[in-house]
């Protein structure tokens, strides 16, 4: 599996933005990028996925780099409830790979 | 979406006996997931559960030790055998959502059993 890498932590202010990075550098041309949070004590949720494209959806946008080696995963107004470990997850388009591989993602704090 | 619900949501189990725990879906789905999620660490696959046939296993989990059953579309159960305190964990079910066109966009997850071997 392509590999990722994330911070091992990060801190923000409550309602202000927050930009978590993730460096995927061996990413293949069939690579979607998937974004999933947990928050403390639950399973992980689906945040947000692109391909190429930056994307938009009501909880955080995502944007890619053009050679698609990095993404950056943007909260526009971080809230208490934003802090969880955001992981950046690669996964092949098509076929019958639905296995998720996590790595060890970002801790987000927020400060209120 | 999905609703998943897991049974127990918490045990405390002496090392050397059993624990099954119960994963139950609100929809019909083909596969089936199980993760460990191991104090302070991240989670790691376990196996992969198909209704009628047999469960695919990762590489480190074998099915002596993690036998799983999957009699219908809505659920699955995890046993977790012959327990240890390295055992102690938390063990999640998940689930794929089809996207568009079938496209595999999201995965939901259960709330958890957390588990602690004495």
């Known amino acids: 599996d392509a590999k990722t890498t994330q911070p091992n932590s990060m801190e923000s202010n409550e309602e202000e933005p927050v930009h978590l990075p993730c460096n995927h550098s061996?990413?293949?041309?069939?690579?979607?990028i998937h974004w999933y949070r947990q928050l403390p004590s639950q399973g992980p949720e689906y945040v947000i996925h692109g391909l190429t494209s930056n994307v938009n959806n009501r909880m955080a946008s995502l944007a890619i780099a053009e050679d698609r080696k990095s993404s950056t995963l943007i909260l526009h107004r971080a809230t208490l409830r934003d802090a969880a470990v955001y992981y950046c997850i690669l996964r092949p388009r098509g076929g019958s790979n639905y296995k998720l591989t996590f790595g060890k993602g970002t801790l987000l704090t927020v400060n209120p | 979406s999905a609703v998943i619900s897991q049974k127990p949501s918490r045990d405390i189990c002496q090392r050397g006996t059993s624990l099954t725990i119960q994963c139950q879906v609100d929809?019909?789905?083909?596969?089936m997931f199980w993760y460990r999620q191991q104090p302070g660490q991240s989670l790691t696959l376990i196996a992969t559960a198909n209704q009628g046939s047999e469960a695919t296993y990762e590489s480190g989990f074998v099915i002596d030790k993690f036998p799983i059953s999957r009699p219908n579309l809505t659920f699955s159960t995890l046993t977790v055998s012959n327990m240890s305190p390295e055992d102690s964990s938390i063990y999640l079910c998940s689930v794929p959502s089809p996207g568009l066109a079938g496209g595999i966009y999201e995965q939901y997850f259960g709330p958890g059993t957390r588990l602690t071997v004495t």
């Open positions: 061996t990413i293949s041309g069939t690579d979607y």
């Open positions: 929809s019909q789905v083909t596969m």
